[in-house]
């Protein structure tokens, strides 16, 4: 299976801050790769499909970027709303695999 | 809009066995691979099983083959899965999900149904 690592595990930042997330891969997944996040007892919500593409209705503050193995998500200005816990996972093959998670707290 | 709904879920004794059901609406289900996914409490999120739109292609995860089931139901618009020998490690949220390109990759889970495996 493919391990997706996630940096860093947790994140403390204020509202109008710029944050960054990575993924890496342990093999090339080309751009099959998205990001979720996760509210305190909801589903995950998918962010970024293709590496780079944003779902419909997500804000222009989110953008992906990266290819192969490694993987970044970006938030730049922070809401209140964005305070959650962030996944990446790969679904170049099965089993589709996640980063471990970012829980992205308020300072 | 599309609705995903889990049900099925509760409180089980380690060695037993539980029918997971996901009800969908909203979307063509008969044209699409439906997944189950789970998160242990507090912990992150792990794909469990995917079965194809007409369910002659089954695939699982290495921590569920032998033990898990998924079936689907086409004509009733349902997903299931059948879980046995169950042990504490599979207490968590169990989340059904669709995930097909419309252009766009459209992504949908349902609100998840809690299995807690416990003497």
């Known amino acids: 299976a493919i391990r997706m690592t996630q940096s860093p595990s947790s994140l403390s930042a204020s509202t109008g801050d710029r944050v960054t997330i990575t993924c890496r891969a342990s093999?090339?997944?080309?751009?099959?790769l998205a990001w979720f996040h996760q509210k305190p007892g909801k589903a995950p919500q998918l962010l970024v499909y293709?590496?780079?593409t944003l779902q419909s209705g997500v804000p222009s503050r989110f953008s992906g970027s990266g290819s192969g193995t490694d993987f970044t998500l970006t938030i730049s200005g922070l809401q209140s709303e964005d305070f959650a816990t962030y996944y990446c996972?790969?679904?170049?093959?099965?089993?589709?695999?996640f980063g471990q998670g970012t829980k992205l707290e308020i300072k | 809009q599309v609705q995903l709904v889990e049900s099925g879920g509760g409180l089980v004794k380690p060695g037993g066995s539980l029918r997971l059901s996901c009800a969908a609406s909203g979307f063509s289900f008969s044209d699409h691979y439906m997944s189950w996914f789970r998160q242990a409490p507090g912990k992150g999120l792990e794909w469990l099983s995917y079965?194809?739109?007409?369910?002659?292609?089954?695939s699982y995860a290495d921590s569920v083959k032998g033990r898990f089931t998924i079936s689907r139901d086409n004509a009733k618009n349902s997903l299931y899965l059948q879980m046995n020998s169950l042990r504490a490690e599979d207490t968590a949220i169990y989340y059904c999900?669709?995930?097909?390109?419309?252009?766009?990759?459209?992504?949908?889970w349902g609100q998840g149904t809690l299995v807690t495996v416990s003497s």
């Open positions: 293709a590496a780079s």
């Open positions: 093999q090339d997944v080309s751009r099959y």
């Open positions: 079965i194809s739109s007409s369910g002659d292609s089954l």
């Open positions: 999900a669709v995930r097909y390109d419309s252009g766009s990759l459209d992504d949908y």
């Open positions: 996972q790969q679904y170049y093959s099965y089993p589709y695999t």
